[in-house]
Every structure is written in structure tokens, then in C-alpha cells.
């Protein structure tokens, strides 16, 4: 099971209130061995109301990124078509937070969609 440190997902509840009405997107730093998110890489990106584009070749790589998240700005919490492809670009787990951004208001996805459990610590 995936975890994540409450900080984190704290600054990223907040980060997606900011950017609403616009969808927020972030990179997930952690440990991939330990299944632990501990930090948002944030990317450059340009946000829009249903759609982030990322600016890939922008990003450094890096061994700690584990995977991404981004906001739902509509509510709904569950992965589209376009997300499932952007979820192989960029490693194992991805969150998806829906509106109101609560800490209950995210869900946790493999690359395949697949959701996952994922536990705050
Ligand atoms: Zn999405």
C-alpha cells in the first residue's frame, strides 16, 4: 500500500484550492521501494479548466519522482481517458484530488487506473 506524508497531501489540497477553477497539476517525490510520497515537484505547466499541459521536456530527471498528481477541479475524482495516458509518462502512482478538496477527496491510481488505497501518515 501506498503512503503519503500528511504535509504533502496538506500542500497539495491547498495548491488545488489555489488554482481552482483551473485543474493543479504536480510530480510526487518519494521513495518507489517504500512506497512512500514525501513531496510535490512542481513542474512547469500551464493550467487550464479541464486540461494540463506539461512542458516534459522541462523536467529533470529524477530517481525520486514516484508519480503525479492533479486536481479535478469538476468533483469527480475518477481517471479519464487522457489521464490514463499521461500516467505512463511519469511513474507508478498517481493521485487524482476532486472538489472540495478535502482530505478526504483524493484517490489513489496505478498507471493502469487501477485504484489503490493509500494511507496517510
Ligand atoms: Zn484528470
Known amino acids: 500500500m501506498w503512503k503519503i506524508k500528511l504535509a504533502t497531501l496538506e500542500s497539495i489540497l491547498l495548491a488545488a484550492r489555489n488554482t481552482y477553477p483551473n485543474e493543479f497539476m504536480s510530480l510526487l517525490g518519494g521513495s518507489r521501494q517504500a512506497k512512500n510520497i514525501d513531496e510535490l515537484v512542481v513542474v512547469p505547466a500551464v493550467f487550464g479548466e479541464t486540461f494540463t499541459l506539461v512542458q516534459t521536456h522541462l523536467i529533470p530527471f ?21 489521464d490514463l495516458n499521461a500516467f505512463s509518462a511519469f511513474g507508478d502512482i498517481h493521485l487524482i484530488v476532486g472538489e472540495p478538496f478535502a482530505l478526504d477527496s483524493v484517490r489513489a491510481y496505478t498507471v493502469a487506473g487501477k485504484a489503490v488505497r493509500l494511507q496517510v501518515v
Open 62 to 82: 529524477d530517481q525520486r519522482i514516484v508519480g503525479s498528481v492533479h486536481s479535478h477541479p469538476s468533483g469527480r475524482a475518477s481517471p479519464s481517458a487522457e
